[in-house]
């Protein structure tokens, strides 16, 4: 059975529930890594661009 398989309609078994388990969770892993690096590569856009041609605030 497939982990998405939801045709069978019997609920995983332990062994499968281990096996998901065991193989972690790297998508999440890698969404929440590139979600991050989206958000540095928009501030460090915004400081380049607009905060350090403005100049010193006095």
Do not use: C, K, Q
């Not at 790297?26 to 400081?47: D, P, S």
């Amino acid at each position: 059975m497939e982990a998405n398989d939801t045709r069978s309609g019997a609920p995983p078994t332990d062994d499968e529930v281990e096996r998901v388990v065991a193989a972690g969770p790297h998508g999440a892993i890698a969404v929440a890594g590139v979600a991050t690096l989206i958000v540095m590569a928009i501030w460090f856009g915004f400081y380049f661009f607009v905060f350090l041609p403005r100049g010193v605030v006095h």
